[in-house]
């Protein structure tokens, strides 16, 4: 049961919430938990992902209270153009009349979260509408360890540092995947980067809302975009451009989408062999499955070794199709796409 959150604030904006934390992190499981609960709130969802192909979109609940906008089209934070789009979604939230009482904006999981939260100072209209209510990250409690101590990044930004640094709030998410004395530790290790913000804990993102959502911690997180604004300018630009730049180069998305049926069979096997080969390379897969002889949607979901594949919502009168998307260091795409090609049924 939540309590009531976004209090009354004096000068009636609306407060957006940016929700960041690596790949596989359990930002959409979070969103599905905020869709599903009976808040009476009406909150709008603006996402971004990083891959080829969408499928956040997919994955997301449908819900009549509330709305989500999808962008997909490169990262919010180093896409000068996902950024206007993300200030064109926002102007026309706030022109409704039907007044929306929150705003949350789910990053992609290689995000940098300064850019995206400035985007609500640096826009004169939209500053005087809405305003950053928090920084909210969120962080697998089994996988985080290893981003963080990546050493493979070799002077590129750790952005699973930086969703730290730049939080508000952290939810320290998965704690059933580790034991007491892990979560202690890792406690520990994020206080080393992050002082200041309240952590939480959380199984599949059940979280009290109140505890995410109108925090007013807006001051505190304008101070440390202006720490950021400043590193940013002493050590390397930032925005606009420039796709990959200051990202980790070696990490990037394969996507493939098909109008074609997988043999559920052929298509386990495979992503079963790449998980025992790949997990420490392979960060992230994502899939929703057309498998031929099944009237059900297949989602794939993997995060490093740990992978679900299952059968969820029946394809109906929709069309079928078959998407996947892989995220990781050094992936090889024409050995990928091959091989999920031969997992097809012609
Ligand atoms: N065991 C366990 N699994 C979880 C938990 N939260 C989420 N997951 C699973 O972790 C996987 C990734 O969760 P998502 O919510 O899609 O993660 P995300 O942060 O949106 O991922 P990206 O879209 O890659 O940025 C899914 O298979 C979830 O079911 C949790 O607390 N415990």
């Known amino acids: 049961m939540n309590a009531t959150?976004?209090?009354?604030?004096?000068?009636?904006?609306?407060?957006v919430t940016v929700l960041t934390g690596f790949l596989?992190?359990?930002?959409?499981?979070?969103?599905?938990?905020?869709?599903?609960?009976?808040?009476?709130?009406?909150?709008?969802?603006?996402?971004?992902?990083?891959?080829?192909?969408?499928?956040?979109?997919?994955?997301?609940?449908?819900?009549?209270?509330?709305?989500?906008?999808e962008m997909v089209n490169g990262c919010v934070c180093c896409t000068a153009e996902v950024r206007e789009d993300l200030v064109r979604v926002v102007r026309e939230l706030v022109a409704r009349p039907d007044r929306l009482d929150h705003i949350l904006v789910e990053t992609s999981g290689?995000?940098?979260?300064?850019?995206?939260?400035?985007?609500?100072?640096?826009?004169?209209?939209?500053?005087?509408?809405?305003?950053?209510?928090?920084?909210?990250?969120?962080?697998?409690?089994?996988?985080?360890?290893?981003?963080?101590?990546?050493?493979?990044?070799?002077?590129?930004?750790?952005?699973?540092?930086?969703?730290?640094?730049?939080?508000?709030?952290?939810?320290?998410?998965?704690?059933?995947?580790?034991?007491?004395?892990?979560?202690?530790?890792?406690?520990?290790?994020?206080?080393?980067?992050?002082?200041?913000?309240?952590?939480v804990t959380s199984s599949y993102a059940e979280i009290d809302l109140a505890g995410i959502l109108g925090l007013g911690a807006f001051e505190a997180t304008q101070k440390l975009l202006e720490i950021g604004a400043e590193n940013e300018h002493r050590g390397h630009a930032h925005h606009d451009q420039d796709y990959t730049h200051e990202?980790?180069?070696?990490?990037?998305?394969?996507?493939?989408?098909?109008?074609?049926d997988i043999d559920l069979d052929a298509f386990s096997r495979w992503i079963e062999a790449l998980r025992l080969e790949q997990a420490d390379t392979l960060f992230r897969m994502k899939g929703?499955?057309?498998?031929?002889?099944?009237?059900?949607?297949?989602?794939?979901?993997?995060?490093?070794?740990?992978?679900?594949?299952?059968?969820?919502?029946?394809?109906?009168?929709d069309p079928r199709s078959s998407k996947v998307v892989f995220i990781g260091r050094d992936l090889d795409r024409a050995r990928l796409n091959r091989?999920?090609?031969?997992?097809?049924?012609?």
Not at 5 to 15: G, Q, T, V
Request: hydrophobic share 45%; glycine share 6%; charged share 25%.
């Open 24 to 69: 596989g992190a359990g930002k959409t499981t979070l969103l599905n938990y905020i869709l599903r609960e009976n808040h009476g709130r009406k909150i709008a969802v603006i996402e971004n992902e990083f891959g080829e192909v969408g499928i956040d979109g997919d994955l997301v609940l449908r819900s009549d209270s509330e709305e989500i906008y």
């Open 110 to 199: 290689m995000a940098d979260p300064y850019p995206v939260a400035q985007t609500f100072f640096i826009d004169d209209p939209i500053a005087r509408e809405v305003e950053l209510d928090a920084i909210v990250t969120m962080v697998d409690a089994k996988h985080i360890g290893q981003h963080l101590e990546d050493l493979e990044l070799d002077g590129a930004d750790n952005q699973a540092v930086d969703q730290i640094v730049c939080a508000d709030r952290i939810v320290i998410n998965k704690v059933d995947l580790v034991d007491e004395p892990a979560i202690a530790a890792l406690r520990e290790r994020i206080r080393g980067l992050n002082a200041t913000a309240e952590l």
């Open 288 to 317: 929703v499955l057309s498998a031929r002889g099944r009237d059900q949607r297949y989602i794939l979901q993997g995060v490093h070794s740990l992978i679900d594949f299952r059968a969820a919502q029946p394809w109906g009168r």
């Open 339 to 346: 091989e999920f090609q031969a997992c097809l049924v012609d």
């Open 247 to 260: 990202h980790d180069a070696s990490v990037t998305s394969v996507g493939i989408a098909v109008d074609a």
């Open 5 to 15: 959150f976004d209090a009354p604030r004096p000068n009636n904006k609306i407060p």
